[in-house]
């Protein structure tokens, strides 16, 4: 074979891999967050497209951030490709994480239950067996409603942030350019 490895991938290296890239995990995140500024929209377009983006991650609509974050942009008018692009902020990483913190902010905000807790193996049972209604009150209600203050807090804190970012990277990319054109001559 042309293209072939002299020498196989193992298992081991593979497994490796899968959990810690080779060029590490830096160059993919700075991938994404260049791929974000160099869209050709202003500053405000980009910055809102980015907080519906992180506000989408934070709510347990798994499967579901996407469109989210696409109908959040349409309507605030911002950048739907920014939108898409940061909702991989939701990642296998963070979602049990996203998941957990909208829980216990969902338990403090509905008050005490007048069920018991559930445990994680009888939520494993529930789902198993589809008794999904069963799992509103204790599981699903306050989850919905913790993540509520999580995306209003996530779009609060990445708007400005990629505000600055986009208008400074905008910025230089037009001095870079003025520049050029004032060098060809």
Avoid: C
Wanted: hydrophobic share 50%; no cysteine.
């Amino acid at each position: 074979m042309l293209f072939r490895r002299r020498k196989p991938v193992t298992i081991s290296e593979r497994l490796r891999a899968l959990l810690w890239p080779r060029k590490g995990i830096s160059r993919g995140l700075r991938y994404i967050a260049l791929r974000v500024l160099r869209l050709s929209s202003s500053p405000h377009s980009i910055a809102v497209g980015v907080a519906a983006g992180a506000a989408s991650s934070f709510t347990p609509f798994f499967g579901l951030h996407i469109f989210l974050a696409v109908a959040l942009a349409s309507i605030f008018s911002g950048n739907l490709l920014a939108a898409a692009i940061t909702t991989a902020l939701a990642n296998p990483v963070t979602i049990p994480i996203i998941l957990t913190a909208s829980y216990e902010i969902g338990t403090v905000l509905t008050g005490p239950q007048d069920r018991t807790a559930v445990s994680g193996a009888e939520i494993g049972d529930m789902v198993e067996r589809l008794e999904l209604a069963e799992l509103w009150g204790p599981v699903f209600k306050p989850m919905l409603i913790g993540s509520l203050p999580l995306a209003v807090a996530g779009a609060l804190v990445f708007y400005p942030l990629a505000y600055q970012a986009a208008r400074l990277f905008q910025r230089r990319r037009r001095r870079a350019r003025s520049q050029q054109v004032g060098h060809s001559s």
